[in-house]
């Protein structure tokens, strides 16, 4: 093979690293946001979650507060 056919078929093979590597940089010195972590609960089919709430009085150095409490389960629907 002679040198220009071999330098043309380099450049070709160069050309897509040439094309993406300005993109890379760009997606690098954007700023970035932290993942949201998320919990998904996937329950058995046919339940529901059922909750009753109330109001408690709690002692506290500061005196006495009225705080509320929840709880919560899981149900056959």
Do not use: F, H
Request: hydrophobic content about 40%; glycine content about 4%.
């Amino acid at each position: 093979m002679s040198g220009k056919p071999l330098i043309a078929i380099m450049a070709l093979a160069a050309l897509p690293l040439l094309l993406t590597a300005p993109q890379a940089v760009a997606q690098n010195t954007a700023p970035q946001r932290p993942a949201r972590q998320r919990i998904e609960i996937n329950p058995r089919p046919l339940l529901y979650r059922r909750c009753t709430d109330w109001y408690e009085l709690q002692n506290r150095p500061s005196g006495t507060v009225l705080y509320p409490q929840m709880r919560c389960w899981w149900v056959r629907g």
